[in-house]
Every structure is written in C-alpha cells, then in structure tokens.
C-alpha cells in the first residue's frame, strides 16, 4: 500500500521559505519518479514539480521555476521541496504524489489514490 505523509507547511509572510517533506513508505521509493502537485479549494489540481527516480532530472511549472528546489533523498526514502521568494498565490494544499512506472509526461499529476494526505501552506501578510 502506497503511504506518503507530508510536513513542513505553515504560514509564513510574502519573501519567505518554506520546506515540505514527503515520507514514503508501502513500495520501493527509489524506483518512482515523484511529483509535487498543489490544489486550492474549488480548483482542480495544479502540476508544481517532478523528479525522477534517480533524482538527476527535475522540472517545473513556470509559476515556481526559479524560486522552487525538487530533491530526494532515496535511502530516506523521502521527498523534498525547497519554497522560497513564497508569494500570496502560493497559498495551497500541497500533496506530494508518486508518478506510475511507465511514466507519460513531466506534467502528468497522478491519481489521487498515489497521493499523501497534504500539507497546507499559507502565504499572507
């Protein structure tokens, strides 16, 4: 069984950092690319980041290049995000998400049941 538990969220004013963790557990980590996806009550979920198995290749949605980091640590067996420069419209849900094996592309958000239970991060003044 697929079990992903995130932390690190919280509020914090505009200019600030935030890191999120994603625990795995329930299948072999290291095997999966992994993805980072947020979604706002209302809205369907958006794509933030991807990384791959190895963790040597990431990607980014333009709302957050630049001011995002993906990284994992495989022998942790955990997930990452580095949030800085954190911005109003960053407030979200965020859910960390494990990507199928035969993956499609960067963006691809996977189905809810490969996702953790989130962890909310507000941005405000």
């Known amino acids: 069984e697929v079990q992903l538990v995130e932390s690190g969220g919280g509020m914090v004013q505009p200019g600030g950092s935030l890191r999120l963790s994603c625990v795995a557990s329930g299948f072999a980590f290291s095997y999966y690319g992994m993805t980072w996806v947020r979604q706002v009550p209302g809205k369907g979920p958006e794509w933030v980041s991807t990384?791959?198995?190895?963790?040597?290749?990431?990607y980014y949605a333009d709302s957050v290049k630049g001011r995002f980091t993906i990284s994992r640590d495989n022998d942790k067996n955990t997930l990452y995000l580095q949030m800085s420069s954190l911005k109003p419209e960053d407030t979200a849900l965020y859910y960390c998400?494990?990507?199928?094996?035969?993956?499609?592309?960067?963006?691809?958000?996977?189905?809810?049941?490969?996702w953790g239970q989130g962890t909310q991060v507000t941005v405000s003044s």
């Open positions: 990384i791959n198995s190895d963790g040597d290749r990431t």
């Open positions: 998400a494990r990507r199928p094996l035969t993956s499609g592309t960067f963006y691809y958000i996977p189905p809810t049941h490969n």
